[in-house]
């Protein structure tokens, strides 16, 4: 089995419930002695061996190894896509089977996360999950109010298009903003347009 640790929690003693994506489920896994294991880290890819509990309780995961990426030892980019990764069990939760997209699309950014701008790279691959669970919201009218939006818009959590003033928030040109929903590309805004948008992704999907 090969997965992304998305969410770890602890059990009794040492032992740990570790929740994993693969290309076809989110599911747990209760692993002994789990917080001595190194491997064990929110984001990491791990390959492993799921033997059945004899209980008929959650599976047990064994020989674990970790698929490594040069940037797991870059505090910076570790702490991003860590904060990415936790967006993805409280998201994926309840989910009965699994699109192979999701897995596909961390593999894919996570073999970009130290060549180009991973806080890009996130916003990028949020767009791309509005785009293939269809909530992107591309109208011209404001989520809260219903009028039209004018030039200078706000964001809600799934990059919802608003009224600044009907959120308090922060304002980012429409224009820049539509064309990152169409291009699902951040190469046209700035690194404070970025920040910006990245930190409205961090309220979850």
């Not at 190194?38 to 509990?53: C, D, K, P, R, Y």
């Not at 109010?145 to 040109?173: D, N, Q």
């Not at 429409?174 to 064309?179: A, G, L, P, S, V």
Request: aromatic letters at 14%; glycine letters at 2%; a positive charge.
């Amino acid at each position: 089995m090969r997965g992304f640790i998305i969410n770890i929690r602890k059990a009794k003693n040492e032992d740990v419930i570790v929740t994993v994506l693969s290309n076809q489920s989110v599911k747990s896994y209760w692993r002994f002695f789990g917080t001595r294991h190194a491997i064990l880290q929110i984001g990491n890819l791990i390959e492993f061996e799921v033997i059945q509990s004899k209980n008929g309780f959650m599976p047990n995961m064994r020989s674990l190894s970790l698929i490594s990426f040069p940037w797991l030892f870059w505090e910076k980019h570790l702490l991003i896509w860590q904060n990415f990764i936790k967006l993805f069990e409280p998201h994926l939760r309840d989910a009965i089977e699994l699109n192979p997209f999701y897995f596909n699309l961390l593999f894919e950014i996570a073999q970009k996360w130290d060549k180009q701008n991973p806080k890009r790279l996130a916003v990028e691959a949020y767009i791309q999950i509005l785009k293939q669970e269809k909530r992107l919201h591309e109208n011209n009218f404001c989520y809260i109010c219903e009028k039209t939006l004018k030039e200078e818009i706000g964001l809600m959590r799934a990059f919802i298009p608003v009224h600044p003033l009907c959120i308090y928030s922060f304002s980012l040109k429409k224009r820049y903003i539509f064309k990152l929903f169409n291009t699902t590309s951040t190469i046209h805004m700035d690194d404070n347009d970025v920040e910006k948008v990245y930190t409205i992704l961090l309220k979850g999907l």
